[in-house]
């Protein structure tokens, strides 16, 4: 009988990048890999193959560190596992679109590799300026950077460690999302200073909703970037103040740039989104 690669196995793989538990991993990918006898290129068991080679013997990331965007999101961008990196996590993982692109094993794979590089900050940064060395990007006074469209900041020391990466690269305009605001109440109240190219979108659905109060006149931070069930006219009807419903294209969302990174035009202003 074939064995299914489901979300519940990827789930304890997803447990083990969290822990940077590498034998775990390789443990399980092994055992769904036992009883194949023919690999085909872009399947499942192709890239577990791969992985698991990287993980025992190194070499090069088998995977892309950071995605040069697509059709809804034309940014630079990062992503971890979700759910295991997201602390602040709560009614969101009901409806989290992030477990939707585990139905590519190279999306998925990417994540797991990059939640493990999370435990070698180093790395990450490595690739991060030779991200921006490419033809691509190297030219440019301004590059647009979504930190973590999947995952979030998972400690203290990670969301330092961006906050400076950040800093010390001034050509990038970031901007996220995050249920982590716990974290970033803990550094501000610790009189952290955040780069002046980030922007912060405060995320509901999760541990810490009763923080945006607090943090939404931060420096740093947008406003509130809401989740809402219903169509357009539904949420519409759901607020009496000024709102700015995101037709889920970030590139081309208004006439002036992306709404959720422009800190001045839509500052304080509602971002709400149907859940998809």
């Known amino acids: ?26 443990t399980i990918l092994e055992n769904f890999l036992q009883d194949v006898t023919e690999i ?17 013997y190194g070499g090069k990331l088998p995977h892309t560190v950071f995605t040069t965007g697509n059709v809804k999101l034309p940014f630079l961008s990062f992503s971890t ?8 996590a709560a009614s969101c993982l009901d409806y989290c679109y992030s477990f939707k692109a585990w139905r ?18 180093k790395t990450i940064e490595t690739e ?14 301004k590059i647009d950077f979504r930190l973590y469209v999947d995952g979030d900041f998972s400690n203290i020391t990670d969301l330092k460690n961006w906050m400076q990466l950040l800093e010390n690269n001034p050509v990038i305009n970031a901007y996220g ?20 190219n980030y922007v912060l979108n405060l995320s509901n659905g999760g541990k810490f909703d009763s923080l945006r109060t607090i943090l939404k ?11 809402i069930n219903g169509d357009k006219k539904e949420i519409r009807k759901q607020f009496t103040n ?35």
């Open 1 to 26: 009988m074939k064995k299914i690669f489901n979300n519940s196995i990827k789930k304890q793989i997803a447990d083990y990048a969290f822990n940077g538990d590498i034998n775990g991993i390789i």
């Open 40 to 56: 085909k290129t872009m399947t499942n068991e192709y890239f577990m193959l791969k992985f698991v080679n990287w993980l025992k």
């Open 81 to 88: 596992l979700p759910g295991v990196t997201c602390p602040g």
């Open 104 to 121: 590519q094993p190279a999306a998925f794979f990417r994540q797991v590799q990059n939640t493990l590089l999370m435990h070698d900050f």
């Open 128 to 141: 991060f300026i030779k991200e921006l060395s490419r033809e691509k990007f190297k030219n440019l006074d």
């Open 177 to 196: 999302y995050s249920k982590s605001l716990n974290l970033f109440l803990q550094l501000h109240d610790d009189d952290f200073k955040f780069p002046s």
């Open 217 to 227: 006149d931060l420096y740093f931070v947008r406003g509130n970037f809401t989740a």
């Open 242 to 276: 000024k709102i700015f419903i995101c037709p889920g294209k970030c590139g081309t969302c208004t006439n002036v740039g992306h709404a959720c990174g422009n800190l001045s035009k839509f500052n304080n202003i509602e971002i709400a989104i149907p859940v998809h």
